[in-house]
């Protein structure tokens, strides 16, 4: 990170002459560029006798309004704001084969092709929180799954702190009484046995209304502006999201089961009837629990069994 950014990002006043020292460059030179930044939207503000100090916009998302935010000593410290693209999913995937570093980001203020799961598209207008993370975790291959389950509890926990009744249904959707606020995206690149990098890609519906999406859409998704009638700071959301994530994805693999207890919490799957599609096959019984690999541990006519992936019918989802 360029030193003048690393001084805006730590989000207090800095003096022209600090800026000066550890960019190695005049006093004069320090102004120019912060003219350049205000000329691409940032609002830092200057006040004799203490310097500058960047200021973020309400529902900024700039990188440097995402990094002052930031609570993280890892996950979205390397951000990049992109006005659209096909899907952060693949803007990402470019970097990481190029050696990006663990904790990347990329936001996007809309997606032409957003991904969802089975090579679904997901609908993603401006207004949204689109955004993909970077990471290369020490998990063997059969546990990775549980970062899928790991990022809804850090959604909803987010959720929950607005007020809204998240809940999430396995694998990878957070609910709001039966409407889908927000999908969770794992794509993995690996060996049979070792993780090269993960790529974790979540769509959350925020400032904008559902009524706007397509028709088949709209019937199953909300937003937050939907059930708080305001609109809510992205970059606040963003940066809540990625603190609980980062607490739990530290702890890994010994954090594993406070992951799993916490996401029962949540959960509107398990103790429920379920039917589920899952390669070519449908399995129905009664949505026992979680094991420690992530598969959702199932109860049918012919004994207990653990789905791996699959789309999921919940009855009585609340």
Known sequence: M???????????????????????????????????????????E???????????????????????RLRTRVLGRNPVLLDTVDSTQNFLRGLAEQGAAEGTLVVSLEQRSGKG?????????????????????????HQVSILTLMFGVAVARTLMV???????????????????ICGILLEVSSDPENVEYVIAGIGLNVNFSTADLPEGVR?????????????????????????????????????ISGILEDWRLFSCTLGVP????????????????????GALLVETDGGIERVYSGDVTVKNVT
Not at 117 to 136: I, N, V, Y
Not at 275 to 293: N, P
């Open 274 to 293: 379920v039917s589920i599609s899952s390669y070519g096959r449908t399995i129905e019984g009664k949505a026992l629990d979680i094991a420690q690999d």
């Open 162 to 180: 607005e007020g809204i009744p998240a809940s999430l249904k396995w694998p990878n959707d957070v609910l709001v009484r039966g409407r889908k």
């Open 219 to 255: 019937e199953r998704a909300v937003s937050t502006l939907d059930i708080l009638g305001r609109r809510l700071d992205r970059a606040e959301l963003l940066s809540t999201i990625l603190m609980h994530a980062e607490a739990m994805y530290e702890g890994l693999p010994s954090s």
């Open 117 to 141: 799961r089975a090579s679904r598209t997901w609908s993603s207008p401006p207004g949204g929180l689109w955004f993909s993370l970077l990471l290369r975790p020490s998990l063997p291959i």
């Open 2 to 44: 360029r030193p003048l950014d690393r001084l805006l990002a730590e989000g207090k006043f800095f003096s022209g002459s600090e800026a000066a020292s550890q960019m190695g460059v005049s006093r004069a030179a320090v102004s120019k560029q912060i003219a350049r930044l205000r000329d691409k939207g940032y609002l830092i």
């Open 46 to 68: 200057s006040v004799r006798g203490k310097g500058y100090m960047l200021v973020p916009r309400f529902d900024g998302l700039l990188p440097l309004e995402i990094m002052v």
